[in-house]
């Protein structure tokens, strides 16, 4: 049974749900940490592991948003996957970021099979919109082969994007969903990194979508 929390140990569980509600991620320590003027993460943490000890949260190691909910755990099963900072919904870029983050969401919602391999990606730039994917929204990807109208992460000539994977006269090529954009054709290389499998909208209240 749960112990009885302080008042600040209720100020930040009900600010792990608020966040988790709103945007389908765990805030990180230093939001944390920016949130309740706390001296540094390392208070951020000493306040995670009380709410962990009373067992009203459960966390992961060596991750940085790993901290679930045990009534989430007792739902379904559920899949850790790992989030790997943004991708351009626009022009292609050839930045590159570290993981930070990871997303825990049950096997019945994702839709694929637990084996498979699956990362996130929140999305930058507006190319996407007219199939609904908004600057600021995370794109959930799995790796395998595409399929003509797939939306995917790719590598196009060394840069990264997320477009709809497009096939005509045998000739891959990457298609914008914003008729501002235009077609991407590789001079030299287009490999696909991920095939989208789910969005999560951002905003309070907007859920999670699957693509359809």
Same mark, same amino acid.
């Given at each position: 049974?749960?112990? /009885?929390?302080?008042?600040?140990?209720? &100020?930040?569980? @009900?600010? %792990?749900? /608020?966040?988790?509600?709103?945007?389908?991620?765990?805030?990180?320590?230093? &939001?944390?940490?920016?949130?309740?003027?706390?001296?540094?993460? !390392?208070? +951020?943490?000493?306040?995670?592991?009380?709410?962990?000890?009373?067992?009203?949260?459960?966390? %992961?190691?060596? /991750? +940085? #948003?790993?901290?679930?909910?045990?009534?989430?755990?007792?739902?379904?099963?559920?899949?850790?996957?790992?989030?790997?900072?943004?991708?351009?919904?626009?022009?292609?870029?050839? !930045?590159? &970021?570290?993981?930070?983050?990871?997303?825990?969401?049950?096997?019945?919602?994702?839709?694929?099979?637990?084996?498979?391999?699956?990362?996130? %990606?929140?999305?930058?730039?507006?190319?996407?919109?007219?199939?609904?994917?908004? @600057?600021?929204? !995370?794109?959930?990807? &799995?790796?395998?082969?595409?399929?003509?109208?797939?939306?995917?992460?790719?590598?196009? @000539?060394?840069?990264?994007?997320? /477009? #709809?994977?497009?096939?005509?006269?045998?000739?891959?090529?990457?298609?914008?969903?914003?008729?501002?954009?235009?077609?991407?054709?590789?001079?030299?290389? %287009?490999?696909?990194?991920?095939?989208?499998?789910?969005?999560?909208? !951002?905003? +309070?209240?907007?859920?999670?979508?699957?693509?359809?």
């Amino acid at each position: 049974m749960s112990l /009885k929390l302080t008042t600040r140990q209720q &100020e930040l569980l @009900d600010f %792990l749900h /608020k966040v988790h509600h709103t945007t389908g991620l765990m805030p990180t320590t230093r &939001e944390i940490q920016s949130h309740f003027g706390f001296a540094s993460q !390392t208070a +951020a943490v000493t306040h995670l592991r009380a709410l962990e000890r009373k067992g009203v949260i459960q966390r %992961l190691a060596g /991750k +940085a #948003r790993a901290v679930v909910f045990p009534e989430d755990l007792t739902r379904e099963e559920i899949v850790d996957i790992p989030l790997y900072g943004q991708i351009p919904a626009g022009m292609p870029s050839d !930045t590159q &970021e570290e993981p930070d983050a990871s997303i825990s969401i049950d096997v019945s919602t994702l839709g694929v099979s637990r084996r498979a391999q699956t990362f996130a %990606l929140r999305v930058r730039g507006e190319s996407m919109i007219d199939a609904h994917i908004c @600057d600021g929204d !995370t794109v959930i990807l &799995e790796v395998r082969e595409p399929r003509s109208g797939d939306i995917v992460a790719a590598l196009i @000539d060394g840069e990264t994007t997320l /477009k #709809r994977y497009a096939v005509e006269k045998r000739k891959p090529f990457l298609h914008a969903e914003n008729e501002e954009y235009p077609d991407l054709i590789p001079a030299q290389e %287009l490999i696909i990194q991920g095939v989208m499998v789910m969005l999560m909208r !951002t905003g +309070a209240g907007s859920g999670i979508r699957k693509r359809g």
